[in-house]
């Protein structure tokens, strides 16, 4: 049985809006963290193929992602 909340025009774009909110702030994050770093994170990773600077980014961005959640959900 599907509830009527979810069929409602604001609940959807309420969370149309937290998604937007989210990728925002996970996008901030990820330009902060390679201003902060002594080289560029983009051009490290795929034009010297830097492999180990590729599983630290991938798990910065996972850490940032699961906070981002944690932080629209409440």
Not at 44 to 63: D, R, T, W
């Amino acid at each position: 049985m599907i509830r009527i909340e979810c069929l409602k025009l604001a609940v959807f774009f309420g969370s149309l809006l937290f998604a937007l909110l989210g990728v925002a702030v996970f996008w901030l994050c990820f330009v902060l963290i390679d201003k902060l770093t002594p080289y560029k994170l983009w051009n490290e990773i795929f034009e010297q193929k830097n492999v180990a600077l590729a599983i630290v980014v991938g798990s910065m961005c996972i850490a940032i992602g699961l906070i981002v959640a944690a932080a629209v959900l409440g």
